[in-house]
């Protein structure tokens, strides 16, 4: 299956995308995900990509279409994916839709998680990422007293674009530039939206639910 996540910083796209992609049996592709293991790794691209996510900017189209391209040509991706945090804007996902036709290749259904902004505001405030597994935590829902991952025992760290001034622009970021894709896949059809409020594994079953009809 070839699988598009959309919702607003905050929404649950990360957490969901590791449930779904695993039930799935697909590689979960995290755009936001390569790009801060680039800036760790401080990689020619980290260091781009670095002063636009400070400041909430996307990074520029030709250069993540590009490592979006690179990674659809690995081998784990041919018979299907889960694109998390790509496309972001309707020129990214009008080059998607050329690239993925060029190997004879569509994607099935974008599946939009839908939260108001006091939640997404919440959410983002309390976020906690593990620098050695990647895994998602809350501070408040997960109930997190320590700073270490109950995964893997990594240490957990906030991003810098969580700071609440990065925050108020990515929202407005998503508002103006990619919210339109909603209305973009709409037209073809491809489109479904869930309530991301809730548990996590209700969501995800809401998920699961709503993108089954989809399945090849
Ligand atoms: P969130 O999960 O909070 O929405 P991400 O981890 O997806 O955030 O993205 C973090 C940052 O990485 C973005 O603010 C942007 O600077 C950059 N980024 C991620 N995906 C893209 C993309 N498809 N196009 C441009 N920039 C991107
Ligand atoms: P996104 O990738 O869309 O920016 P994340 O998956 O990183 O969002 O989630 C943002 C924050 O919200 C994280 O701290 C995560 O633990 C928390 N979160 C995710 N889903 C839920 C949920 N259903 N209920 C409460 N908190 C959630």
Redesign the pocket.
């Given at each position: 299956m070839r699988l598009v996540l959309v919702?607003p910083?905050?929404?649950?796209?990360?957490?969901q995308a590791q449930y779904i992609a695993s039930n799935l049996s697909i590689p979960k592709i995290s755009t936001g995900d390569i790009f801060r293991a680039n800036v760790s790794g401080g990689t020619e691209l980290g260091k781009l990509a670095k002063t636009y996510m400070d400041r909430g900017d996307l990074v520029p189209d030709e250069v993540t279409i590009a490592m979006v391209r690179d990674r659809l040509s690995e081998d784990d991706a041919q018979d299907g994916f889960l694109l998390d945090g790509f496309p972001r804007n309707v020129a990214q996902a009008e080059i998607l839709r050329d690239m993925l036709k060029d190997w004879g290749q569509a994607l099935d259904v974008v599946l939009e998680l839908v939260v108001d902004d006091d939640e997404v505001v919440r959410?983002?405030a309390?976020?906690r990422t593990c620098s050695q597994c990647g895994r998602?935590?809350?501070v408040e829902?997960?109930d997190k007293k320590d700073d270490k991952c109950d995964a893997c025992g990594g240490a957990l760290f906030q991003r810098d674009d969580d700071k609440e001034e990065t925050v108020r622009h990515r929202l407005e970021v998503y508002q103006e530039q990619t919210a339109p894709l909603v209305s973009y896949y709409a037209d073809e059809d491809i489109l479904v939206g869930v309530d991301?409020t809730?548990?996590?594994e209700e969501?995800t079953q809401r998920a699961m639910d709503a993108i089954r009809p989809y399945m090849d």
């Open positions: 919702g910083p905050g929404a649950g796209k990360g957490t959410r983002l309390g976020r998602i935590w809350h829902f997960d991301a809730g548990p996590v969501v």
